[in-house]
């Protein structure tokens, strides 16, 4: 059990570190928390590496053949989570199940 949440918790993490785009990236452009589409993905990287248009429609080619494993991934990550969710729940007394449902507490270091 400790094994399937530590690889869950990394899977997550890696996946929030590759979510943030560097600063001034395509989410920078806008108040809105959507993950950026692959023409900004790509106008992105354009700018910023000086891409020329062979290497941008390869590099689109590449993002949009990913999106399909992409999408399942985060289903089954998804999925994880939820069972795990539910086989806490069923160690958790209702106060403590309340208090879940409430949201995290204060952040504390270790």
């Known amino acids: 059990m400790k094994k399937a949440l530590a690889i869950a918790f990394?899977?997550?993490?890696a996946q929030l570190s590759q979510a943030m785009p560097p600063q001034g990236g395509?989410?920078?452009?806008g108040d809105t928390n959507e993950a950026p589409t692959v023409a900004q993905r790509v106008e992105h990287m354009s700018r910023r590496l000086d891409l020329?248009?062979?290497?941008a429609t390869q590099?689109?080619?590449?993002?949009?053949a990913n999106e399909d494993s992409k999408v399942a991934l985060m289903d089954k990550l998804k999925t994880i989570h939820?069972?795990?969710?539910?086989?806490i729940e069923s160690v958790l007394t209702d106060e403590q199940k309340e208090?879940?449902?409430q949201g995290p507490g204060p952040r504390r270091p270790f």
């Open 82 to 87: 939820e069972e795990e969710r539910s086989q």
């Open 26 to 29: 395509p989410r920078c452009q």
């Open 59 to 64: 590099i689109t080619a590449i993002f949009n």
């Open 52 to 55: 020329t248009d062979q290497q």
């Open 10 to 13: 990394l899977i997550t993490a």
């Open 99 to 101: 208090q879940m449902q």
